[in-house]
Every structure is written in C-alpha cells, then in structure tokens.
C-alpha cells in the first residue's frame, strides 16, 4: 500500500475501488551526499538521560537505540527529510520531522513521562465472532493480493475489536505495536496502527498508522533471490514508482502512459469510471510531462496512469487477461513535494481509483529507502 510515510492514512470505500490518499508530488533533483544524525534523549521532568531508547525512520529499515547514558547515533544516511520516531516504555512516542542536508546534524530530544491507566481487557481469539472480526480485519489492512496471502499478524490476539450497529462503524484497535511478517517480501514489519475504522453506514475503511521495517533471514540463496524478484514486482508499477519517475522525468522509460480527462469529465465515482471505461465518453488526450507539469496546479485535474510492465493480478476484481495496470488520479488544488529519498513533504490528499486502489496495502508496502536491482 502507499501511504503518506510520516504517518499513514487511507480511506476506503467499502463498496467500490476509490482510495483516499496522504499523498504527494514530485519537484526536486536526486543527491547522493549522506549525513550522520546523533543527539541526547532526556527526561522533561528530571532532566535526566533515558537509556536504551529505540528510534527509527518512519517507513524505512533504519533505525538504532540510545546507549546507557541517553545517547543515539544513526548511521551515515542518504540526504532528505524523514519522520523520526522516539519510544520507550514510560514515556508518550514522540515523532518529530529531521531535515539531513548536511553531514553532521546534531538533534537533542525530550520525552515527557506517560500517564496511563490500566485497564483489563479479556479477548478470546477462539471465539467464532472474534475469527469473523480479524477476517474482515486482514482484508482491508493486509489486502487480497497474492503477497497477502503470504502475510501474519503474529500478535493478532493483541487487537481488539468493536462494532455498534447504532452508528455502522467497526473498530480495531491494539495497545502494542502489530508484528506482521511478510513471508512473499522478506520483511518484519513493525506497525504501530493508531487508527482502523469501517463506516458501514457510508460506506468507508479509514487506516492510520507507523511502520517500521526489518528484514528477514533467509534459510538459503534461492530464499534471497526470490524474495529480490518478489520486492521489485512490488515496487514496479506502485505508486511510489510512478511519483519518482515523475521527479526524475523517466515516465517513459519506466513504462507508463499518462492522459488527462478532461475536467469535469469523471466524477468520484468508481461507476462513472466503469461507464467511461467501456463507452469513452468523455474525452481523453495523451500528455507529455512538461505539459502535465504546467496543468499540474489545475483543480479537478485527473489522469489515467496504464503501467505497460505488468498485467494485474488474476485475483483483481477487474482481472481481464492481457489488460495493462490501468489507474486514475484525481489531484488537489495546488503543487505537492517529494524529497530526493522519496519522503512525502507538504502532503495532501488527492484521490485514485482503479488498480491501485486495490493493491497498494500492508502486504505490498516497501522501505522507503528501496532501490530495485531490476531496471
């Protein structure tokens, strides 16, 4: 899935294809330069060092602890902005933005001491409700890919769950982070899930939250290889893909095709695309990117991006056989930002529909530090 990387949101309507975003565009040129970030983590009341204190970057494999006297030092790191997050049992997580541009950044961090409040609550995971609840649960947080499939929560007992029929909305929530492992990618993902609710009633799935990635051991080489297959199948053709090809003016030889539709010619609606899909009835005209860069600050601006490097999956709901990856967005009102490491700066939503609004969730979500091996 893609997310906003600094802190994930999507909204889902439950009975169609549209996806609703955190997301954002490409202005900057890539650089190579890497910085050290280090710093001293301290007590708001005491003033004292807090030992052993993890930190990461939000939605990479990136990340280290504070030694016994408070101090962090993160290794040598490719220039450009990430979400930094601090935890550490007693104290409220904090997250904060780091901009690297240079080779020596020194950020000291206060934690202030959590309140909380216990409170019992008794799950039984064998229950046949409780099964029903974490079914609906996988599907609309992991997805229905084939990498979805190959996907766990370890820890699925820690998640709670509530439905009230009053208001249509189901609920998940969980007091400790969500270990999924994604045995189709190779990855140990870390999720801290601060948000996941369906509204039944009108019809829509909202998921926010922190991702942390770590890889797995692979039991040989042939494990390896095919896990590096598997990532760049992921990483081709996803969002992420098509919003650096964007900024490094490569569309084309990256495979995709853009048009514009004429504003106001699709509304947001998954059945209004159905209908131009089959009778095109409103006009379309390919765009090149300079052009697009000029209508790019047009409101209701929308596109059809086709990816020509891959087919859909046979399990997509639109699944015809040798039909291309075929998406729409729908942008907002003025320019977004993507860093030279691919962090999302000044995002805002916009939305898409079509196949990535089918494929691009946990199962298919990729460090943001990723650089594919197969061009």
């Given at each position: 899935m893609a997310y906003d990387l600094s802190n994930s949101e999507m909204i889902v309507p439950i009975k169609g294809t549209l996806l609703f975003l955190l997301f954002l565009w490409v202005v900057n040129t890539p650089v190579q330069s890497q910085s050290?970030?280090?710093?001293?983590?301290?007590?708001?009341?005491?003033?004292?060092?807090?030992?052993?204190?993890?930190?990461?970057?939000?939605?990479?494999?990136?990340?280290?602890?504070a030694n016994a006297e408070g101090e962090y030092t993160f290794p040598k790191t490719a220039y450009g902005k990430y979400d930094l997050v601090i935890s550490c049992l007693g104290y409220e997580r904090k997250q904060?933005?780091?901009?690297?541009?240079?080779?020596?950044?020194?950020?000291?961090?206060?934690?202030n001491p959590a309140v909380t409040q216990l409170k019992e609550v008794v799950v039984n995971s064998n229950d046949k409700e409780y099964k029903k609840q974490l079914k609906i649960f996988y599907r609309y947080f992991l997805g229905e890919t084939i990498n979805a499939n190959k996907c766990t929560i370890?820890?699925?007992?820690?998640?709670?769950?509530?439905?009230?029929?009053?208001?249509?909305?189901?609920?998940?929530?969980?007091?400790?982070?969500?270990?999924?492992?994604?045995?189709a990618l190779g990855y140990r993902i870390i999720y801290l899930l601060d948000k996941f609710q369906i509204d039944f009633t009108n019809g829509y799935c909202t998921v926010s939250g922190i991702p942390r990635f770590?890889?797995?051991?692979?039991?040989?080489?042939?494990?390896?290889?095919h896990w590096n297959k598997e990532r760049d199948r992921a990483y081709f053709g996803s969002i992420t893909h098509f919003m650096k090809?964007?900024?490094?003016?490569?569309?084309?030889?990256?495979?995709?095709?853009?048009?514009?539709?004429k504003p106001g010619g699709l509304k947001d609606s998954t059945e209004d695309i159905k209908?131009?899909?089959?009778?095109?009835?409103?006009?379309?005209?390919?765009?090149?990117?300079?052009?697009?860069?000029?209508?790019?600050?047009?409101?209701g601006l929308m596109l059809r991006i086709t990816y020509k490097?891959?087919?859909p999956e046979y399990n997509f709901r639109g699944y015809v056989e040798g039909f291309k990856q075929i998406s729409f967005i729908k942008f907002p009102k003025r320019q977004l930002i993507i860093r030279e490491n691919g962090y999302y700066e000044n995002p805002l939503s916009f939305y898409i529909d079509g196949y990535w609004s089918w494929a691009n969730k946990i199962a298919e979500l990729m460090p943001l530090e990723y650089d594919p091996r197969k061009k």
């Open positions: 050290v970030l280090h710093g001293k983590i301290t007590d708001s009341k005491t003033e004292s060092a807090i030992p052993f204190v993890n930190l990461f970057f939000v939605n990479t494999l990136i990340g280290t602890s904060i933005t780091i901009d690297l541009s240079m080779p020596d950044k020194e950020v000291n961090i206060v934690l370890d820890n699925y007992y820690d998640l709670d769950f509530s439905f009230a029929e009053s208001t249509g909305l189901f609920v998940a929530s969980s007091s400790k982070p969500l270990e999924i492992t994604n045995n770590e890889n797995l051991k692979a039991k040989d080489d042939k494990q390896q290889s090809s964007f900024r490094d003016s490569t569309l084309k030889e990256n495979m995709y095709e853009i048009s514009l539709l209908i131009w899909l089959a009778d095109s009835l409103y006009s379309v005209y390919h765009v090149t990117q300079r052009e697009l860069s000029k209508k790019i600050m047009r409101t490097g891959e087919g």
